[in-house]
Each structure stands twice: as C-alpha cells, then as structure tokens.
C-alpha cells in the first residue's frame, strides 16, 4: 500500500494513538438464529491474509450449512492483525455503514483484499458507496479520532481478554480451535457441541 494512497487513514491512526481512549462496548456483529444451541465467534481482521481465504474459501459453505438453517449463531470479532492501516480503516467503514450493511464492507474488503490495499481511500469509498454512504459520512467516518482510537482500544482489550494470540482464532460454544478450521473440522466441533448441550 502506498504512503500517498493509505496517507488519510494512517494521519488518523497516528492521530488517535495520543488520545486517551476509554475501553469501549466491543459492537455485537452476528449472522444466524438467537435461538441457535451453537455459538461460533470468530476473531478476525480484514487486513488478515488467512483470514480472507477462510472468508473466501470457507465460510459460504459453512454459512450455507450452519447459519442459514438457524443451527449456529455466527459472531464476528473485529481485530486489528496483518495490514494495519486497512484493518483499521475497513473495519471502522463497516462500523460506520447502516447496520445491516456490516458484512456486505467486510465480506467486499475480504473477496478483493490486495485490491482494496492497492486501491487504499478510493477503493473504500466504492464500498462504502456501496453500503450506502455518502463521500461525506465516509470522510467523517474515517477522520474520526476517538472512534478510532476505541475501535484499537477495544480489540486489545478483546484479545487480551479472550486468549487470542492470531487470526482467525474459532471458538465454539466457548471451546478454542486451534488453526484455521476446514469445513469439515468446524462442523465436527459444531456436532460435539450440541451432543454437550443435550445432555446438559
């Protein structure tokens, strides 16, 4: 990613950083039944390159399989690994886009994720477009300090708090999977959850 490029969110990053920033509310970004026995949270950044090939090669399958029959309830865990500056960047226009448009930023940024670094700020705003907002709100949307600097805040805290040393990290009704779980690995720790919940 070029300097002229990532410039408008690194002045942000940069900014942020000197600000005392109070831990914030991690946001609750979730697919799939309430009701659902299982619980599959995934921690994950959108600047993570093993995180867009799950996204990419995997998750449409288990999303098709798990989510969409209101087995698992999905939650996703933004953290800020790999390429930084777009971790921090996409994942604050998902959070500033309408609610219901979250996944449709993140899940653009991971299906074309060299492109979106290459592209930096323009590429972006296509997305954001996209999902809804203006040049406007995407320009706020970026250059807005403390939301920044609690979006960093926050992911540190999660982290920390959760054990989570790389991504994506999987847990399964609380249980950690260690590496990037196949379709076939993730269904099997699905299955024995809920034979545990049965009998519980």
């Not at 309830?73 to 886009?97: K, P, Q």
């Amino acid at each position: 990613m070029s300097r002229r490029r990532a410039l408008p969110w690194v002045l942000g990053i940069a900014m942020a950083a000197g600000s005392a920033a109070a831990a914030a509310t991690t946001p609750e970004h979730a697919l799939g039944s309430p009701k659902a026995r299982v619980t599959v949270i995934e921690y994950a950044s959108v600047g993570c390159p093993h995180c867009a090939t799950w996204a990419n090669d995997v998750f449409p399958a288990f999303k098709k399989q798990w989510i969409d029959t209101g087995k698992v309830r999905f939650v996703f865990h933004e953290m800020i690994t790999g390429d930084s500056e777009l971790a921090v960047a996409g994942f604050m226009v998902a959070d500033c886009a309408p609610p219901d448009k979250y996944f449709q930023v993140v899940d653009g940024i991971f299906a074309d994720q060299v492109g979106v670094a290459r592209g930096g700020g323009a590429a972006l705003l296509k997305l954001a477009q996209a999902a809804g907002m203006t040049p406007a709100q995407f320009d706020a949307c970026l250059t807005n300090h403390q939301a920044i600097a609690d979006l960093q805040t926050r992911t540190d805290k999660d982290a920390q708090d959760h054990g989570v040393q790389f991504t994506p990290t999987f847990f399964v009704n609380g249980q950690k999977l260690d590496g990037d779980p196949t379709l076939k690995e993730l269904s099997a720790a699905i299955e024995s959850a809920e034979r545990a919940r049965r009998k519980g």
